[in-house]
């Protein structure tokens, strides 16, 4: 069924489906009382979503590495909707420095933070260690993640402690946190050279990351929801290091890619949507409730992910 739904785009019980737009979902939503930070906003369905916010009336901090690319991707906002609050700063993912100069920048700014998408990836580059020394992968796509959300979780509740206003947390996870290593998370060898299998290992650990949190925060009673999302398949920079398998993969199931308005539908339902008010915890495709795999749902390994990471954050500089 779930495959019928992405070939044909027929809705599923959200009343929305593969073929739905990030336009679509968020149709007469006014956003205009929220301010979101979009990580990677600069390009494919990152840009979508800042663009689609924007033109909801949100406040849109993109955080990118590039920040001419970033000021290019708020002036095209800004030409479509010249009454839109975009802000641009820089935040390199891959580099924990880099996260904690963003929070200080971000904090100056003295606004609220409503909803944080956790959107920037990086996929099948070629082996390479962080500045701190870990796998790229999985330094970018979970762990500068993590220690972004972190840093950002007392400003996100206070700003819904204030304002009344549920707090929103959306990781992009993927597909692809299925094609992992034999115990899920390979803790012992973390920076382990097999681009595919650590490209899966980071999107495993952006859903376990959700669940852990969403465990934590429903304890707390604190009004802030996470979950994942996995976009779909869609074509942006994101396949650059994807090589030829990948081309012929296209070629062979060119029916169930999405165009980028497509691919951003599912993070701006899930960050902006009324329906899934109170909703956390789970695992979202084309717009709907799905499920993820065993590992992603297995709460100790979620602990332990938990309980790694914050061990090798506070390990570096």
């Not at 901090?61 to 906002?77: G, V, Y």
């Not at 641009?88 to 700014?109: M, P, Y």
């Not at 952006?206 to 009004?223: D, F, P, Y």
């Amino acid at each position: 069924m779930e495959i019928y739904g992405m070939v044909t785009g027929k809705a599923g019980k959200s009343g929305y489906g593969s073929a739905s737009t990030a336009e679509d979902v968020t149709h007469s939503i006014d956003a205009k009382h929220l301010t979101a930070i979009i990580t990677g906003g600069t390009s494919g369905i990152g840009l979508e979503a800042a663009r689609v916010l924007g033109m909801r009336g949100a406040h849109v901090i993109i955080a990118a590495r590039n920040t001419k690319a970033a000021n290019d991707s708020k002036e095209m906002i800004l030409q479509m909707y010249p009454n839109a609050r975009i802000d641009c700063l820089q935040l390199d993912l891959s580099s924990i420095k880099s996260v904690r100069s963003f929070i200080h920048q971000f904090l100056a700014l003295n606004v609220p933070l409503n909803i944080l998408i956790n959107n920037a990836g990086v996929m099948f580059c070629p082996f390479q260690l962080s500045e701190d020394g870990i796998e790229s992968q999985f330094a970018t796509n979970h762990i500068g993640h993590f220690l972004l959300t972190n840093l950002l979780l007392n400003k996100m509740k206070s700003s819904a402690r204030e304002s009344g206003i549920e707090g929103r947390i959306v990781n992009l996870s993927s597909i692809a946190h299925t094609y992992t290593y034999t115990e899920g998370i390979m803790f012992d060898y973390i920076n382990d050279p097999d681009r595919k299998k650590a490209y899966g290992q980071s999107k495993l650990a952006n859903l376990l990351h959700s669940n852990a949190l969403s465990r934590k925060l429903q304890e707390e009673g604190v009004n802030i929801t996470i979950n994942s999302v996995h976009p779909g398949l869609i074509t942006t920079n994101l396949f650059r290091h994807s090589g030829l398998g990948m081309a012929v993969l296209k070629a062979m199931s060119f029916f169930l890619w999405k165009n980028i308005p497509q691919g951003a539908a599912t993070t701006c339902y899930v960050a902006l949507h009324p329906d899934l008010k109170g909703v956390t915890g789970k695992y979202f495709t084309d717009c709907n409730v799905t499920t993820p795999s065993n590992f992603a749902t297995d709460t100790t390994l979620a602990d332990k992910l938990w309980d790694f990471s914050i061990k090798l954050v506070d390990s570096l500089p």
